[in-house]
């Protein structure tokens, strides 16, 4: 589809207003060939607005994919694949947005109102490399890490990624959730925990009806770990946040 970029800069005319994506994502868009739109992307200029929850899916050599400038404006949870995002946003808030095969923004320059970015990501390094934008490889996208990042280093959130199949994050209302294991640093769309490690010391004799003993196990913190005082007794299973957060004492049958 031929898409003339909203609110043209070359007239002064700005787009105020906000635009909810509700985690939709829009690609078929080439630039229309009517001198206004300049490859601008989805809005030329936009002011004093809000910007969420949409995704672009660009080519035909769009110049930047959500826009070319944004003043006073809060944009969220974006991103932009094939082009820039944007080159140049000022007094306003650029939040958990990703820039794929580009950069987040275009411009070389600082001044003295720019916006403030918070965990945004790009493949492309910005000639200004602002803040609160991280340069990655496009290798990393496809681990589910950035997914994860982009929701505040948690599974729940806005982003998701089915991994070994999305090469990069997607909103989490059309894909999968991404969970990661701190026991062996990886990310997978599988809420399995795990247990690298366990092993028993300090085995002391108290008395007849007393004996204590130190578990340490190493794993993610909802794995379960099942203990005997000896075998097919006294079984109990417990969860590593359980057993070293509240204490659990052995009893004897």
């Known amino acids: 589809y031929a898409w003339t970029s909203i609110g043209a800069i070359a007239d002064g005319k700005s787009f105020e207003g906000n635009i909810e994506g509700n985690y939709h994502v829009i690609s078929g868009l080439r630039p229309a060939n009517d001198n206004t739109s300049y ?16 995704g672009l899916v660009l080519e035909d050599g769009w110049t930047f994919g959500l826009c070319h400038t944004a003043v006073g404006t809060n944009i969220q949870n974006c991103f932009v694949v094939g082009t820039n995002f944007l080159n140049n946003s000022s007094n306003g808030t650029v939040t958990n947005c990703l820039a794929v095969s580009g950069k987040l923004e275009e411009t070389k320059y600082s001044n003295n109102h720019r916006a403030t970015f918070t965990n945004c990501y790009e493949t492309t390094k910005s000639a200004y490399s602002s803040p609160g934008i991280t340069t990655i490889s496009e290798e990393k996208l496809k681990s589910g890490e950035i997914a994860y990042k982009l929701n505040g280093d948690q599974s729940d959130g806005t982003w998701g990624q089915v991994i070994g199949t999305e090469d990069y994050p997607h909103f989490r209302k059309y894909s999968k959730t991404v969970y990661y294991d701190p026991a062996t640093q990886t990310y ?38 099942k203990f005997f005082l000896t075998s097919g007794e006294d079984e109990q299973t417990l969860t590593l946040d359980d057993m070293f957060s509240k204490g659990t004492p052995l009893t004897e049958s």
């Open 188 to 225: 997978s769309n599988n809420k399995a925990a795990s247990i690298t490690s366990a092993t028993v010391t300090d085995i002391k004799t108290i008395s007849d009806t007393k004996a204590t003993a130190t578990l340490k196990a190493t794993g993610t913190p909802k794995a379960e770990v």
């Open 39 to 54: 490859k601008r992307g989805l809005v030329a200029r936009i002011q004093d607005g809000k910007v969420q929850n949409i």
